[in-house]
């Protein structure tokens, strides 16, 4: 069984910055896409990030794309999405998911694990 807990979130003011992390236990960690998704109240969960096996050819939201780093540490079995020049738009529920295929992928629904999530609240 594969779990994922993410951590990181918080309330920080526009332009600033933040470090999500995503903890994710069971085997072969390093065998699985990992992407970022988040919601906000009342919308659709939104691809936000996601990165392959070896850490190569990120995909990115044209939303976030200049702004947003995601990263992986496979020794540790972690992926990181670092956060500047945060919006108010960035403001949702930020999740971190799992998936068992070979590149990226924005589509939620190749995604077989998710956390429970962690909030981003970016104030104006």
């Known amino acids: 069984q594969v779990q994922l807990a993410e951590s990181g979130g918080g309330l920080v003011q526009t332009g600033g910055s933040l470090r999500l992390s995503c903890a994710v236990s069971?085997?072969?960690?390093?065998?699985?896409?990992m992407g970022w998704f988040r919601q906000a109240p009342g919308k659709e969960r939104e691809f936000v990030a996601a990165?392959?096996?070896?850490?190569?050819?990120?995909l990115y939201a044209d939303s976030v794309q200049g702004r947003f780093t995601i990263s992986r540490d496979n020794a540790k079995s972690t992926v990181h999405l670092q956060m500047s020049g945060l919006k108010p738009e960035d403001t949702a529920h930020y999740y971190c998911?799992?998936?068992?295929?070979?590149?990226?992928?924005?589509?939620?629904?190749?995604?077989?694990?998710w956390g429970q999530g962690t909030q981003v609240t970016v104030s104006s």
């Open positions: 998911a799992a998936a068992r295929s070979v590149v990226p992928d924005t589509r939620p629904t190749q995604y077989d694990y």
């Open positions: 990165i392959g096996w070896l850490g190569g050819n990120p």
């Open positions: 069971g085997r072969f960690f390093s065998v699985y896409v």
